[in-house]
């Protein structure tokens, strides 16, 4: 095992014992305010994983992927406030919605690259955002729909749900982990193999024989289909959908996320997302204008790491390891072709 591989293995054993201590660590140290926060982090990191995955291994900067989430949203509050649906039902129809809608829209526009396809993703989410604002008597507009929580099992009459509190996180934590795990799956896989060599080259990579179109609409509705798990699971953890988290201005955040954290890289969004969600809440409790903070933090990032605050991390451990193997006499051990 090389010393990048073994760095990268205690940091993530760190990370999955961190994030299971949670609810006690945490807790304990601050206040259950912060429980909920960071099962909230684990909610956005999974939807800035879906602009992740689209621009990060495809190449597609999407600005809609707010029409995911809502739709995951939407199918959870409507399945359980209109058709009574029990809880796995309700999440079911929520990504099944977002995976239809994702499908729909990525037959057109996958079709287009660069800003077109910015463009066309971005009036796509504002199309059926003012639909959503538009039609009250379904979807509640601005006011959204709020419902009751139901049980997600039920035990020997033992009911477990959203309602206890650690319940709620280690749900959210398994199903964002689980997620993560499927994703990283499929970038190691020959598909994923494949979309980064559209991601490169789609010329080059429609020459050897793959089928570009399909395999960005494949990726389109996988993207859709992690926008629309954590829409769903937004909807339970806050017990309500709003057209609000349609606007495109939501997408936004999550490209800002990917991109900061280190969009091609499979903790960037986690990364993106715990770092500005965290200023936002300790700055917002002392200034109303956290938004400047933040946004200037978002700009020294572009600047200073253009690949992103994992990328970044990733070409320092590169550089401490190159220096580990060069000769105790410093210089830079080299190997002609």
């Given at each position: 095992?090389?010393?990048?591989?073994?760095?990268?293995?205690?940091?993530?054993?760190?990370?999955?014992?961190?994030?299971?201590?949670?609810?006690?660590?945490?807790?304990?140290?601050?206040?259950?305010?912060?429980?909920?926060?960071?099962?909230?982090?684990?909610?956005?990191?999974?939807?800035?994983?879906?602009?992740?995955?689209?621009?990060?291994?495809?190449?597609?900067?999407?600005?809609?992927?707010?029409?995911?989430?809502?739709?995951?949203?939407?199918?959870?509050?409507?399945?359980?406030?209109?058709?009574?649906?029990?809880?796995?039902?309700?999440?079911?129809?929520?990504?099944?919605?977002?995976?239809?809608?994702?499908?729909?829209?990525?037959?057109?526009?996958?079709?287009?690259?660069?800003?077109?396809?910015?463009?066309?993703?971005?009036?796509?989410?504002?199309?059926?955002?003012?639909?959503?604002?538009?039609?009250?008597?379904?979807?509640?507009?601005?006011?959204?729909?709020?419902?009751?929580?139901?049980?997600?099992?039920?035990?020997?009459?033992?009911?477990?749900?959203?309602?206890?509190?650690?319940?709620?996180?280690?749900?959210?934590?398994?199903?964002?982990?689980?997620?993560?795990?499927?994703?990283?799956?499929?970038?190691?896989?020959?598909?994923?193999?494949?979309?980064?060599?559209?991601?490169?080259?789609?010329?080059?990579?429609?020459?050897?024989?793959?089928?570009?179109?399909?395999?960005?609409?494949?990726?389109?509705?996988?993207?859709?289909?992690?926008?629309?798990?954590?829409?769903?699971?937004?909807?339970?953890?806050?017990?309500?959908?709003?057209?609000?988290?349609?606007?495109?201005?939501?997408?936004?955040?999550?490209?800002?996320?990917?991109?900061?954290?280190?969009?091609?890289?499979?903790?960037?969004?986690?990364?993106?997302?715990?770092?500005?969600?965290?200023?936002?809440?300790?700055?917002?409790?002392?200034?109303?204008?956290?938004?400047?903070?933040?946004?200037?933090?978002?700009?020294?990032?572009?600047?200073f790491a253009p690949r992103g605050i994992v990328g970044l991390w990733n070409d320092w451990i590169a550089r401490l390891v190159e220096?580990?193997k060069a000769p105790s006499g410093g210089a830079e051990l080299r190997t002609e072709p």
């Amino acid at each position: 095992m090389t010393t990048a591989a073994a760095i990268e293995r205690f940091l993530l054993a760190t990370l999955a014992a961190f994030l299971i201590a949670v609810p006690w660590l945490v807790a304990e140290l601050f206040s259950d305010f912060w429980v909920s926060v960071i099962a909230e982090i684990l909610i956005w990191s999974l939807f800035a994983a879906s602009v992740n995955l689209l621009f990060g291994y495809v190449g597609l900067l999407s600005f809609g992927q707010a029409l995911y989430f809502g739709f995951g949203m939407y199918g959870v509050a409507i399945g359980i406030a209109d058709f009574h649906l029990s809880f796995w039902p309700a999440f079911g129809l929520g990504i099944v919605a977002a995976v239809a809608m994702a499908l729909v829209t990525g037959v057109f526009a996958v079709r287009l690259t660069w800003h077109y396809f910015a463009i066309i993703t971005a009036v796509f989410s504002l199309i059926f955002y003012f639909l959503a604002l538009t039609n009250k008597w379904l979807t509640g507009g601005d006011d959204g729909i709020s419902f009751a929580l139901p049980p997600a099992f039920n035990l020997g009459g033992v009911e477990l749900g959203f309602t206890d509190p650690k319940f709620q996180y280690y749900f959210i934590l398994a199903i964002v982990a689980l997620c993560f795990w499927l994703m990283y799956r499929l970038i190691k896989s020959p598909l994923g193999r494949a979309f980064l060599a559209v991601r490169d080259n789609d010329l080059r990579a429609s020459l050897i024989g793959l089928n570009v179109y399909l395999l960005r609409l494949i990726a389109f509705v996988l993207a859709g289909f992690l926008a629309g798990v954590a829409g769903a699971l937004f909807a339970f953890f806050g017990r309500y959908a709003s057209a609000s988290y349609m606007f495109y201005q939501v997408s936004g955040e999550a490209v800002v996320w990917a991109i900061v954290g280190g969009a091609g890289t499979m903790l960037g969004p986690l990364v993106g997302t715990t770092l500005f969600i965290v200023v936002r809440e300790v700055v917002s409790t002392h200034w109303e204008h956290h938004s400047l903070i933040v946004g200037a933090m978002a700009i020294l990032a572009v600047m200073f790491a253009p690949r992103g605050i994992v990328g970044l991390w990733n070409d320092w451990i590169a550089r401490l390891v190159e220096r580990g193997k060069a000769p105790s006499g410093g210089a830079e051990l080299r190997t002609e072709p």
